[in-house]
């Protein structure tokens, strides 16, 4: 069964700072792996997406890697902000059994950014 | 730029009621999901549904659980006699096409249901 894990579980830095956030996954066999952002409250905005077969993605300040053979990925934010104050979530999109996916996302627990002026 | 909706934004019910949470997806999308998030835990996926029927579903989606898609606009979760444990936020959330890689699932704002 796939579990997604992310650490830290909460991040505060000041503002300007480069931040980096993790996230293991236990199976390798993935289709794709998403980025979140969640506000309190509120749905999920996605960020960035990656495929299995690529190494890297960048949007703006973000910059998402994927290893898929040891199970992780990292999403960067360069010259954080107070707006980039949220919940980061990574969900990983399993392969099912005969090399499919139907889309079911798993997702981790989440990192809770704060960035203080 | 075209977003999924869902309504209502916030249920209260009875335990033992049934509710029914509507969600509006992107329009040209064919795939259709529900999640839900229970306060302080993961985003857990409960439902895919594809062509008018459901691909894949959780330990979770269980006889008590329904979805539909009454017309060509909207994907309804139904629960038919809520429980405590019930109580979370419900995601919708579509896809273009779940048969690419490349594919991302964008999700509504989410139906806060609390039992009481």
């Known amino acids: 069964k796939q579990e997604v894990t992310q650490i830290p579980a909460a991040l505060s830095v000041p503002e300007g700072e480069n931040l980096v956030l993790n996230c293991s996954f236990t199976d390798s066999a993935i289709y794709n792996l998403q980025w979140f952002r969640q506000d309190p409250g509120k749905g999920l905005t996605s960020l960035l997406l990656?495929?299995?077969?690529?190494r890297e993605q960048t949007s703006g300040r973000l910059n998402a890697s994927l290893d898929k053979s040891s199970g992780r990925s990292t999403l960067y934010i360069a010259a954080s902000q107070p707006g980039d104050s949220a919940t980061y979530l990574c969900a990983v999109r399993p392969l099912s059994a005969g090399g499919t996916s139907y889309g079911k996302l798993t997702f981790g627990q989440g990192t809770i950014l704060t960035v203080h002026p | 730029e075209p977003e999924v909706t869902q309504t209502p934004s916030h249920q209260v019910t009875q335990m033992g009621q049934e509710v029914i949470l509507r969600c509006v997806p992107i329009s040209n999308h064919l795939y259709f999901y529900w999640y839900r998030q229970i306060l302080g835990q993961k985003v857990e996926f409960l439902v895919s549904?594809?062509?008018?029927?459901?691909?894949?579903k959780s330990e979770i989606f269980d006889d008590q659980f329904s979805v539909e898609r009454p017309d060509g606009s909207n994907f309804t979760l139904k629960i038919r006699s809520t429980k405590l444990e019930d109580s979370a936020m419900y995601f919708c959330a579509s896809s273009a096409r779940a048969g690419l890689s490349t594919d991302t699932q964008y999700f509504g704002p989410g139906t806060r249901l609390t039992v009481l």
């Open positions: 990656i495929q299995s077969s690529q």
């Open positions: 549904f594809y062509n008018n029927e459901i691909s894949e």
